[in-house]
């Protein structure tokens, strides 16, 4: 460098230069799948924020808010001397951006806070109520977070505000039937983004079970595990038949509004029973099955269908050389119709899965962001979202049975040829319609497989291979196998929060 010339470089962040998506502009985006790293949380991992809330003073807190209502401040002085509506306006913009169609968005989050919502034009001043709560949040620190701030504050607003009373007076003759529809609807806007009743915390905790909820009664967990996977075992039921099914059970549940999963079982009923993507002929006849063994183990249905899934995978292990035990927890329990509004779960009906190689019919958006789409609603990582394709594929488990992406010739087995074949350059990719593929011999041209546009994005991203490479050296054929054991694991067990 020359005397005196600026050791910084100027420029590299405002030049036009081409970027890499230039250059790749339908690269597949993983950014997705790497958000909320833990080395961004100033709490640390041993923070636990249902532990600190269960040291709340519930009612000093309501009492500050009551009191923070009619504190009209210079800075920012209360409309007609109340806060209420700019609160309310505040919740109301947190809870209502919640999505029916895929669980995202909704207040659970505290998000409002931050880009881009805290700066959508719909959502101006409402900064200046975050900085009115401030002084509350900054006294009761971390037993209460923003999120629940948010939303008491509201409740708060709605109790104190004569407005509301003097609106229903004006257009219902009972206005106490309309506080009640009033309270129900907005406690449904507030909370449904939350999960089940069972994470609820504190005193104000409703003891009604409202159907928008998803109850599960509790499942039994005093019966012989062992032998209920037994029976399974000698059922004559297929790897791929068992651990489709528990897959299927599972793969519903969204990370965003924690709503589906296994708990429940609800596979069994409608509409999922007839949902395409369930293949119900295939469905029905393994139901056939399981449900005697549940029963006559005093097992639930949700807990054996999970099982059957862990048989199967060991079995498939077992095959590959390799014996590993699937961690199980007993404690699901079985839903019923009564319980389920079935038109709110029209919304969980998978129309795609990356995992099981399927697609109800062809869309603009391509399979493979697809599927990046619902590993992130499962809340799997992208190296969990690897392991598992590679062994759903050569356990056999392809949607209708297709052989697309099951790169091995010892199906049924959970070994890692998915990955070895598919990082094996002695094979080519061919072209072979919309959006399927032939993987030809290089020297003879043989068609040996048939691909799908998923199957091979796990060759042709650069991350994805990295992490297929990983999977296809020839020492980490245990470890591919554990991998997947423990994200398997974790799907089952995703809306388990009792386990939590």
Same mark, same amino acid.
């Given at each position: 460098?020359?005397?005196?010339?600026?050791?910084?470089?100027?420029?590299?962040?405002?030049? %036009?230069?081409?970027? #890499?998506?230039?250059?790749?502009?339908?690269?597949?985006?993983?950014?997705?799948?790497?958000?909320?790293?833990?080395?961004?949380?100033?709490?640390?991992?041993g923070?636990?924020?249902?532990?600190?809330?269960k =040291?709340?003073?519930?009612?000093a +807190?309501?009492?500050?808010?009551?009191?923070?209502?009619?504190?009209?401040?210079?800075?920012? /002085?209360?409309?007609w001397?109340?806060?209420?509506?700019?609160? &309310?306006?505040?919740?109301?913009?947190?809870?209502g951006?919640?999505?029916?169609?895929d669980?995202?968005?909704?207040?659970?989050?505290? #998000?409002?806070?931050?880009?881009?919502? #805290?700066?959508?034009?719909?959502?101006?001043?409402?900064?200046k109520?975050?900085? +009115?709560?401030?002084?509350?949040?900054?006294?009761?620190?971390?037993?209460?977070?923003?999120?629940?701030l948010?939303?008491?504050?509201?409740?708060?607003?709605?109790i104190?505000?004569?407005?509301y009373?003097? &609106?229903?007076?004006?257009?219902? @003759?009972?206005?106490?039937?309309?506080?009640d529809?009033?309270?129900r609807?907005?406690?449904?806007?507030?909370?449904?983004?939350?999960?089940? @009743?069972?994470?609820?915390?504190?005193?104000?905790?409703?003891?009604?079970? +409202? &159907?928008?909820?998803?109850?599960?009664?509790?499942?039994? $967990?005093?019966?012989?595990?062992?032998?209920? @996977?037994?029976?399974?075992?000698?059922?004559?039921?297929?790897?791929?038949?068992m651990?489709?099914?528990?897959?299927?059970?599972?793969?519903t549940?969204?990370?965003?509004?924690?709503?589906?999963?296994? =708990?429940?079982?609800? &596979?069994?009923?409608?509409?999922?029973?007839?949902?395409?993507g369930?293949?119900?002929?295939?469905?029905?006849?393994?139901?056939?099955?399981?449900? /005697?063994?549940?029963?006559? %183990?005093?097992?639930?249905?949700?807990?054996?269908?999970?099982?059957?899934?862990?048989?199967?995978?060991e079995?498939?292990?077992?095959?590959?050389?390799?014996?590993?035990?699937?961690?199980?927890a /007993?404690?699901?329990g079985?839903a019923?119709?009564?319980?389920?509004?079935?038109?709110?779960?029209?919304v969980?009906?998978?129309?795609?899965?990356?995992?099981?190689?399927? +697609?109800?019919?062809?869309?603009?958006?391509?399979?493979?962001?697809?599927?990046?789409d619902?590993?992130?609603?499962?809340?799997? $990582?992208?190296?969990?979202?690897?392991?598992?394709?590679?062994?759903?594929?050569?356990?056999? $488990? =392809?949607?209708?049975?297709?052989?697309?992406?099951?790169?091995?010739?010892?199906?049924?087995?959970?070994?890692n040829?998915?990955?070895?074949?598919?990082?094996?350059?002695?094979?080519?990719?061919?072209?072979?319609?919309?959006?399927?593929?032939?993987?030809?011999?290089? @020297?003879?041209?043989?068609?040996?497989w048939?691909?799908?546009?998923?199957?091979?994005?796990?060759?042709? =991203?650069?991350?994805?291979?990295?992490?297929?490479e990983?999977?296809?050296?020839?020492?980490?054929?245990?470890?591919?196998?554990?991998?997947?054991?423990?994200?398997?694991?974790r799907?089952?067990?995703?809306?388990?929060?009792?386990?939590?």
């Amino acid at each position: 460098m020359s005397e005196g010339k600026c050791p910084v470089m100027h420029g590299g962040m405002t030049t %036009a230069t081409p970027s #890499n998506s230039d250059w790749w502009p339908n690269a597949l985006n993983l950014d997705i799948l790497h958000q909320h790293d833990t080395k961004t949380n100033p709490m640390g991992k041993g923070f636990d924020y249902r532990e600190e809330l269960k =040291n709340l003073d519930v009612e000093a +807190l309501k009492t500050d808010l009551k009191a923070l209502m009619t504190d009209s401040q210079e800075w920012w /002085p209360a409309d007609w001397g109340h806060y209420g509506g700019l609160m &309310i306006r505040m919740a109301w913009h947190s809870a209502g951006t919640y999505r029916t169609a895929d669980g995202r968005g909704g207040g659970g989050t505290g #998000n409002q806070r931050f880009a881009p919502l #805290n700066s959508w034009p719909d959502n101006v001043n409402l900064d200046k109520a975050r900085r +009115l709560l401030w002084p509350i949040k900054k006294k009761y620190g971390n037993k209460i977070s923003w999120a629940d701030l948010m939303m008491t504050d509201a409740d708060m607003a709605m109790i104190k505000d004569p407005a509301y009373r003097e &609106i229903s007076e004006r257009f219902y @003759k009972d206005p106490e039937y309309f506080s009640d529809v009033f309270a129900r609807a907005w406690f449904k806007l507030t909370h449904r983004d939350m999960g089940p @009743k069972s994470r609820y915390v504190g005193p104000d905790v409703p003891k009604e079970d +409202l &159907i928008w909820q998803d109850p599960i009664p509790l499942g039994n $967990t005093d019966y012989d595990v062992d032998g209920v @996977k037994a029976k399974i075992a000698a059922s004559g039921l297929t790897v791929s038949e068992m651990v489709a099914t528990a897959w299927d059970s599972a793969r519903t549940y969204r990370h965003s509004d924690m709503r589906g999963g296994a =708990n429940g079982a609800r &596979i069994r009923l409608a509409p999922q029973k007839d949902w395409e993507g369930n293949e119900p002929g295939r469905l029905a006849k393994v139901l056939a099955v399981l449900e /005697p063994i549940a029963a006559e %183990a005093g097992a639930s249905v949700a807990d054996v269908i999970v099982l059957a899934g862990s048989v199967g995978v060991e079995q498939a292990a077992n095959a590959a050389g390799i014996t590993v035990t699937v961690p199980f927890a /007993p404690g699901r329990g079985d839903a019923i119709d009564e319980m389920t509004d079935a038109d709110s779960f029209d919304v969980l009906e998978p129309v795609h899965d990356g995992f099981r190689n399927w +697609l109800k019919k062809d869309y603009v958006v391509s399979a493979e962001e697809m599927m990046l789409d619902r590993t992130q609603l499962m809340g799997l $990582t992208a190296h969990e979202m690897t392991v598992l394709v590679g062994g759903m594929r050569v356990m056999d $488990t =392809n949607h209708g049975g297709t052989m697309h992406g099951v790169f091995t010739d010892s199906k049924g087995a959970l070994t890692n040829d998915f990955f070895v074949n598919l990082t094996d350059m002695a094979y080519s990719w061919k072209p072979a319609g919309s959006d399927h593929y032939e993987v030809r011999d290089r @020297k003879s041209d043989d068609v040996i497989w048939t691909a799908t546009r998923v199957d091979l994005v796990f060759g042709s =991203n650069s991350i994805l291979r990295a992490y297929a490479e990983v999977y296809a050296q020839d020492d980490n054929k245990e470890k591919f196998v554990k991998d997947f054991v423990t994200a398997w694991t974790r799907v089952m067990n995703a809306d388990r929060f009792d386990l939590t």
